[in-house]
């Protein structure tokens, strides 16, 4: 009896994606969020990067830029300094501004009727549930159970944060491969905005509306590649 490999046949190589086909894919995500017109581009300025650190304003523009949401809030304690030093937000910015609990329905009406995608989305999403614990207590317990809120949230964010990522997404346009994690390292958002040629001449970085807006011409940036332009794409581990 012949087997396939005999006549040649890889098997292994007949299942896998070539390079350009990788590229494509990559460059596929980023042309199917620059063209749905439910997009929505969301971006937190936040009282530090760590647990329990709390949103202090919300940026959130559509997908022709349009803003949805411009937003400070006031947290419940006092802005680091060293947090002040990279974004410019003060206590006396945030004076008399609203608190997370005050503007909540808003931003979850928004999260839940368009398709949110964030750079760094994993960092947003928990600060913006360390403000739920700071300002609306118990907001995930239910009667004997969780709450409403935390199952529909449950059944939203996690796909948000997986699958709206532009951080994790840009990545391999990036192109800077990490042997050590086997995968590419990611790209600071003023940096891919360069790589890009992005023009945020006319934004100011560490504002979340702003950095939003820079998100969104990202996005739409990256969509107008071809295989061409990303050559390293599949091939990383031969460099």
């Not at 913006?128 to 004997?144: C, E, F, H, K, V």
């Not at 934004?203 to 332009?229: C, F, M, V, W, Y």
């Amino acid at each position: 009896m012949t087997r396939l490999d005999d006549i040649g046949l890889d098997l292994q190589a007949l299942s896998l994606p070539t390079p350009e086909q990788q590229a494509q894919a990559v460059i596929d995500r980023f042309l199917d969020w620059a063209t749905d017109p439910r997009l929505a581009v969301l971006d937190t300025e936040t009282t530090g990067l760590g647990p329990g650190e709390q949103v202090i304003e919300i940026g959130m523009v559509d997908a022709n830029g349009r803003t949805l949401m411009n937003q400070r809030v006031r947290p419940t304690f006092p802005v680091p300094a060293e947090a002040s030093a990279i974004h410019g937000i003060t206590d006396e910015d945030l004076k008399g501004c609203p608190t997370f609990d005050q503007v909540w329905s808003r931003l979850w009406e928004l999260l839940q009727t368009h398709r949110v995608v964030v750079y760094n989305g994993g960092f947003d999403f928990n600060r913006i549930a360390d403000s739920l614990n700071a300002t609306m207590p118990g907001w995930y317990q239910g009667d004997g159970g969780p709450s409403e809120l935390l199952r529909a949230w449950n059944a939203l964010i996690p796909s948000v944060q997986r699958d709206g990522c532009v951080m994790e997404a840009y990545a391999p346009v990036h192109g800077e491969w990490s042997a050590w994690h086997g995968s590419c390292r990611w790209a600071r958002l003023s940096a891919a905005c360069a790589e890009r040629g992005v023009d945020t001449s006319d934004l100011k970085a560490h504002s979340a509306l702003d950095d939003a807006r820079a998100t969104l011409r990202l996005i739409q940036a990256t969509a107008e590649l071809t295989p061409e332009g990303l050559p390293w794409i599949g091939r990383e581990e031969e460099a």
